[in-house]
């Protein structure tokens, strides 16, 4: 049996790779055992032994700043910009993985600058390992994880894109995901006056948004006004759920909660500080309205302190403050395990992110919610192929790995670490 070396790969379920790879890449990766052999099982064999020890050759660290179209307010900070990170990890064996950092500061404590710096050093201590041992690098990482989430999260989503380019398969499937390759996406209203707000909900729901996440957190009366001007303006077909983003104290969480009631909220994420997981208990237990934890949630021992304070209805999972897909994963299993059910969220990611973010929700049923609009007040989109958007439905690629990549054209400008 003679194979050619694509239709090796493609057998083995490297198809990608092969498409992917130069002529120079190729003929690097037949070296270490991609390609052909002399029968099917010793060329088996061989591509094992080449996956083994494929190393990480060389990472990629570039300023990925895109300007937004008007900033960004929520109860407890402004952003006028992403500004964010984009990690390339480039292997011996010619596969590229893809990642990005979204630091939001008012929610994260990281800065664009912390970023790079923390990824200088994340770069320093991998170069030359297993690009595929994601477990192993999120070990490595240590503290990382803890003071820069969001560079963690870039480095793992470019390893879990190497690792779907290598099995030929979308991260969702390599995930246990497989039958939820679409799926609806709230859009979010930030923070304006009442009027202001009402309007921009309601040129969402034209737009064909079913569910819009609205701000609140800055004083229950202009809370309760802007909610109640929102709903007159959507009518009863739009589902709405409301993000305190810790901007309320547990007296005025309790007072917001039972007036907004009314108004046929779905949710609120983090009435109350983050901090005050005692508070959060309190509130929930008098609110007639469902809570959801997102910043007193950041990685897998949070869920579990949320679980036994019994503090929360959902988790909001964000891969910028988990440290990535693999911990999201972990978060989810945790929640699953106590019967909870969980939405991805995001901060002001591109496309690419969001794609990953997208893999997450796709892999895991108890996942019942997505907020992935990061990147609607982007001036521009840099991102070719990945997630897309269908009215209000987010549709994943069926491509291995993420599959999106930054535009070449778009890279060449970039300012590189």
Same mark, same amino acid.
């Given at each position: ?10 057998? $083995?379920?490297? %198809? ?21 052999? *002399? ?88 170069? *030359? ?14 503290? &990382? ?14 390893? @879990?894109?190497?690792? *779907?380019?290598?099995? *030929? ?17 709230? &859009?979010?209203?930030? $923070? ?43 009518? /009863? ?9 810790? %901007? ?14 009314? @108004? ?19 509130? =929930? ?31 909001? &999972? ?17 929640? /699953? ?47 070719? %192929?990945?997630? =897309? ?29």
């Amino acid at each position: 049996m003679t194979l050619t070396r694509k239709s090796f790969l493609t057998y $083995l379920g490297l %198809g990608a790779a092969a498409t992917a790879l130069s002529s120079k890449g190729m003929a690097a990766a037949a070296g270490r055992g991609f390609g052909p052999a *002399g029968s099917s099982g010793r060329a088996l064999e061989e591509t094992r032994k080449g996956v083994k020890s494929m190393k990480i050759k060389d990472i990629e660290i570039y300023a990925f700043d895109i300007k937004l179209v008007s900033p960004f307010v929520i109860s407890i900070g402004q952003m006028d910009s992403a500004t964010d990170v984009l990690i390339r990890i480039i292997t011996d064996a010619g596969i590229v993985g893809v990642g990005e950092a979204c630091p939001f500061p008012p929610i994260t404590g990281e800065t664009q600058e912390t970023n790079i710096a923390a990824a200088r050093t994340l770069r320093e201590m991998f170069v *030359g390992k297993d690009p595929l041992a994601i477990e192993a690098f999120l070990r490595g990482a240590g503290p &990382i994880v803890h003071t820069n989430p969001s560079i963690v999260a870039a480095f793992d989503m470019a390893l @879990f894109d190497i690792l *779907g380019k290598t099995a *030929g398969l979308p991260v969702y499937r390599l995930l246990g995901g497989g039958d939820r390759t679409r799926f609806a996406t709230d &859009i979010t209203v930030s $923070l304006e006056t009442p009027e202001a707000m009402a309007a921009e909900a309601k040129a969402f729901a034209d737009r064909g948004y079913r569910t819009i996440k609205v701000k609140v957190g800055q004083g229950v009366d202009l809370d309760v006004a802007r909610i109640k001007g929102i709903r007159e303006a959507v009518g /009863d077909a739009v589902a709405l759920r409301i993000d305190a983003n810790q %901007g309320w104290t547990v007296p005025q969480a309790k007072e917001a909660l039972g007036r907004l009631a009314a @108004f046929r909220v779905e949710f609120c994420e983090q009435p109350g500080a983050a901090w005050d997981i005692a508070g959060m208990r309190e509130v =929930r237990s008098e609110s007639p309205i469902a809570i959801m934890a997102d910043e007193a949630l950041f990685g897998a021992p949070d869920a579990i302190k949320l679980i036994r304070a019994d503090a929360c209805d959902y988790f909001n &999972i964000k891969l910028m403050k988990a440290g990535g897909i693999f911990n999201s994963v972990k978060i989810a299993h945790i929640a /699953d395990a106590a019967n909870l059910k969980c939405m991805v969220g995001c901060m002001l990611e591109s496309r690419l992110a969001l794609t990953a973010a997208a893999h997450v929700v796709a892999s895991q049923a108890n996942i019942w919610f997505a907020d992935l609009d990061g990147n609607s007040e982007h001036v521009e989109d840099p991102i070719v %192929g990945g997630v =897309r958007l269908e009215r209000d439905e987010l549709v994943l690629p069926d491509g291995p790995g993420l599959g999106c990549d930054v535009d070449p054209a778009y890279l060449k400008k970039l300012r590189k670490i």
